[in-house]
């Protein structure tokens, strides 16, 4: 049986959104449903479940929704470790300092190992924390960070939105290229895959649901294997149908 572990990123659990589409009511707790689900095949179990930063969208998010997304992480029958994204700021309710009640154990201080493959992972840092550090990072086998590499403008499409600035992003993947065999990365809602000259192999899996109009409709979680080969797994999401609309007649049509 092949060994495998899951990464996610990007849930952004929120419930400010339900106030102008109730439509969109528990989308989130829905996607990372589907993701615990995913770890608990009695079949195909996993070794550890890594979420990848911004699992919420801010950090005064209501007890009852934590309580919800503690309720479904505490489901998981594999490990849950976790780094934080720029929207957590503190955000320490998946933790609640260990013991009895931890759903989720931060990987910067937890680095594990998955069939002999070291996992460590680092928190979101300003570009200016990252440049002060970036030279004495470890090397592993799978790095997980969060943050906007420099190398998505093109990709997203904001090279004359970001002309001149050629240190748009929180860090620039060549930082880590040689440091790690596979970089597993959120803050980027779209699934973006990149390989760095010295063969780092970067992921990121992209949202798990639609919560910007903006966004990609397919939404993914990836797993790893002990090959360190990266399979995408969809999200099964409500339809959405997109359209470019300019005239009346567009919008009759």
Aim: aromatic residues 12%; hydrophobic residues 35%.
């Amino acid at each position: 049986m092949s060994r495998h572990i899951v990464f996610c990123a990007d849930l952004q659990a929120r419930e400010s959104v339900y106030k102008y589409d109730r439509d969109l009511r528990y989308d989130d707790i829905a996607a990372i449903e589907q993701v615990v689900r995913y770890c608990n095949d009695r079949d195909n179990p996993c070794d550890a479940l890594v979420l990848g930063g911004d699992q919420v969208d801010s950090p005064n998010i209501s007890d009852n929704h934590v309580i919800q997304l503690r309720r479904v992480l505490r489901g998981c029958t594999a490990p849950v470790y976790y780094i934080d994204g720029n929207h957590e700021k503190g955000f320490r309710r998946l933790e609640l300092e260990g013991g009895a009640a931890c759903v989720a154990h931060p990987l910067e201080d937890n680095p594990f190992e998955f069939c002999g493959l070291k996992v460590m992972g680092y928190n979101w840092r300003s570009r200016r924390d990252w440049e002060k550090i970036k030279d004495e990072i470890q090397l592993t086998d799978i790095l997980v960070l969060h943050g906007f590499a420099d190398q998505a403008v093109i990709e997203l499409g904001l090279a004359t939105a970001t002309a001149g600035n050629k240190d748009f992003g929180d860090f620039n993947l060549g930082w880590f290229d040689g440091k790690c065999k596979l970089c597993l990365m959120g803050d980027i809602h779209k699934y973006l895959h990149f390989k760095g000259e010295k063969g780092t192999e970067f992921y990121y899996p992209g949202s798990m649901w639609m919560h910007k109009a903006n966004e990609p409709t397919d939404k993914y979680f990836i797993t790893v294997d002990q090959d360190l080969n990266v399979t995408q797994i969809p999200l099964e999401t409500r339809p959405f149908i997109k359209a470019d609309i300019y005239t009346e007649q567009d919008m009759s049509d």
